[in-house]
């Protein structure tokens, strides 16, 4: 199998996606990049702001455009949106330059990682538990399709490092 490009991570929000994605890269001395920086960047707002001011879709829009850039670097670990799986554009671009792993993670963990959901603006004002499991339902298939699966109940980000680490190199993804 030839090696890809990047490591990309999926998964819903609270899945730890960011925090094992900075510690991965510098395991791998990569470069990291978070999607939502990137959408700020292009922006100038914050994520909060965009679903606020212009909503869902243009916020997916300025997404598909940051998993574009993103996935065009090479050596780069690239954490994404809990939602970016939902556009089939994107999928089909991060499979294609890079490692999709799906950091699964079940409700009651998510749950309490994401508490009251502040600053996550699809958990603003709604029922934080029956929404993030909702979302999972509608995702699950999606996030699916990654090409590892790792499950992170239970575990502190440098176990999921590990087993991202582990995976990766004995089904030949990584050098």
Known sequence: MEAKRSLVLIGPMGSG????????AEKLGWS?????????AYSGMSISQIFAENGEKYFRRLEEKAI?????????????GGGAVTNPANLKQMKA??????LQTGLEELTK??????????????????TLSSLLAEREGL???GDLVICTDG????EVVDRIL?????????P
């Open 17 to 24: 996606k960011t925090t094992v994605g900075r510690l991965l």
């Open 32 to 40: 990291f990049i978070d999607t939502d920086d990137l959408i700020e």
């Open 68 to 80: 574009g850039e993103a996935v065009s670097k090479t050596r780069t670990v690239i954490a994404t």
């Open 97 to 102: 330059q890079g490692v999709v792993v799906y």
């Open 113 to 130: 990682r994401v508490g009251s959901g502040k600053g996550r603006p699809l958990l603003s004002g709604v029922d934080c538990r029956r």
């Open 143 to 145: 996030y699916a399709q």
């Open 155 to 158: 575990l502190e980000p440098p």
């Open 166 to 174: 582990k995976e990766s190199l004995l089904k030949g993804y990584i």
